[in-house]
Nanobody
Framework: VQLQASGGGSVRAGESLRLSCAAS????????LGWFRQTPGKPRELIAT???????DYADSVKGRFTISRDNAKSTLYLQMNSLKPEDTGVYYC?????????WGQGTLVTVSS
């Protein structure tokens, strides 16, 4: 299984980006399926994820600004990021768990300047 993340870039505060993560396997029944962020010196943190039963979790810091979505037909996961802030800067990783393995994308860098 491979995950290919894309869509990162450098933007100014207040702007938007959409991240994509293309999976090499079907994702219609994959949960959890989501996005993490890592910044230097900090552990990887959960940003948004689908869980079983249609539950979606967001980090408090991104609620109301970020939206996670999935296109099962395209085996692609998305993260729409609006009203970006400098503290959103980091490397974003897509993640899925297919028993018994965690799979990670290669990461895509998002840089937000003030």
């Amino acid at each position: 299984v491979q995950l290919q993340a894309s869509g990162g870039g450098s933007v100014r505060a207040g702007e938007s980006l959409r991240l994509s993560c293309a999976a090499s396997t079907a994702i219609f029944d994959v949960n959890p399926l989501g996005w993490f962020r890592q910044t230097p010196g900090k552990p990887r943190e959960l940003i948004a994820t689908f869980r079983r039963g249609g539950v979606i979790d967001y980090a408090d810091s991104v609620k109301g600004r970020f939206t996670i979505s999935r296109d099962n037909a395209k085996s692609t996961l998305y993260l729409q990021m609006n009203s970006l802030k400098p503290e959103d800067t980091g490397v974003y990783y897509c993640h899925m768990w297919i028993h018994p393995t965690n799979y990670w994308g290669q990461g895509t860098l998002v840089t937000v300047s003030s």
